[in-house]
């Protein structure tokens, strides 16, 4: 019983680097090294894009709150409520 457990164990540890070893070598293999750069660029696309929404979110987050203009420039005038208390318009 002893000697069949340890042989099952070197045995799946044999099988278990084997596979690495096999997914190492095709790891930097020409094509390997593509689907890898390939994947970082699509992973850095996509943290821009969510980074970007996000903060196109926050903008007009804050935009509704301060009552700011959506076309993105500053407001400078008071409201209307207080120009018709002034007597400008």
Known sequence: MRRGLWFLTG?????YAMVRARRLKEAVTIDGMRDRWEAVTLGARLLREDVAQAQA????ELRERYGLAPHGLPELTAPAEQRELKGTD
Request: hydrophobic residues 35%; without cysteine.
């Open 11 to 15: 045995a799946g540890a044999g099988v």
């Open 57 to 60: 979110d926050k903008e007009t």
